[in-house]
């Protein structure tokens, strides 16, 4: 069995502090040698597998390298390629999937996780943005949970909020628990045709961005006129990426836990290369499932880890993308 056969079944496995360490440095090692645009980076860096004594050392990938380089394990097929969102006109991210069961695990175990078994609920999916591309994971992911479901109102929505309205109310009145998943800018739409009467088992829960369909919100903001609107003391979300395997969720406050396999973490935005804690920083995330692509990724997100191992997103990067990469991006 290969190493990447291995780690497939070790990361679901319960993993101490120490474990975890030890399957990013063995991952490390594997995708430095078997990624080449991820051992270019590192060489620039001068960052290889003899000079990394500890995770802290390891270098993560700027997310923009998925733009513009196929990050994928020189022995790997991809089955799957997902793009990324974005306006008309831009670069997408791709990530080349070899092995969808994988993935599906992956976010089936993250979600029962927190939320506990998908057939308890009425998956309903509010993403018009992704719906009217391909190549989309969160469709992918959320298509999945509804087949899970089970339930002959789990679905899809594009135009129908009024339509989407009466089967929630229709739903709730019959004792039916509720789960939408929607993008910001769907759900704001939405929340407008009240009155409504939901129950507080109901979980809205909002996947970020606003896609250019209207100004960015704060996530503070977005989730206290949505709690207004739907009469719900708390808005959920899901921290998810076409380039990653996994999903963080918030369920209440904007604070978001991790599966047991993904680590977030926080770099100084003056120095990228330098780790802080507790402080506001660029978002830098360890994702284990990211087995055949690169499992160390500095994205573009701004946040502040927590103590309790939760985080919190503030913001994102400008168009000046991360401050001291631009160059290695270029090389």
Known sequence: MTLIEQLKERIFLPLSFQEFDEIALSLFEEQYYKVPPYKTYCDLLGKTPEKIEGVGQIPFLPIGFFKTHKILHQNALAEEKFLSSGTTGTTPSVH??????????????????????????????????????????????????IQASGHPSSGFYLDQLQDLRALMHKLSAAGQRILLLGVSYALLDLAQLGPWELPQS??????????????????????????????????????????????????????????????????????????????????????????????????????????????????????????????????
């Open 96 to 145: 080349y999937v070899p092995d969808l069961k994988f993935y599906e695990r992956c976010f089936k175990q993250a979600f029962t996780r927190i939320y506990g078994p998908v057939e308890q609920y009425v998956v309903l999916a509010l993403l018009p943005s992704y719906l009217e591309r391909t190549g989309s994971s969160l469709v992918y992911m959320a298509n999945a949970l």
């Open 202 to 331: 109901t979980i809205i829960m909002e996947t970020g961005g606003m896609k250019g369909k209207r100004a960015e919100w704060t996530k503070a903001a977005l989730h206290q006129e949505l709690s207004k609107k739907f009469g719900l003391t708390q808005i959920h979300s899901e921290y998810g990426m076409t380039e990653l395997m996994s999903q963080a969720y918030a369920t209440k406050e904007g604070k978001f836990i991790t599966p047991p396999w993904m680590r977030v973490l926080t770099r100084d935005p003056e120095d990228p290369m330098t780790l802080i804690q507790e402080r506001t920083g660029g978002i830098n995330i360890i994702d284990l499932a990211n087995v055949y692509s690169c499992a160390f990724i500095a994205t573009q997100d701004l946040g502040k880890t927590q103590g309790d191992g939760h985080f919190s997103l503030l913001g994102r990067f400008d168009h000046s993308d991360i401050r001291g990469c631009n160059l290695l991006l270029e090389a």
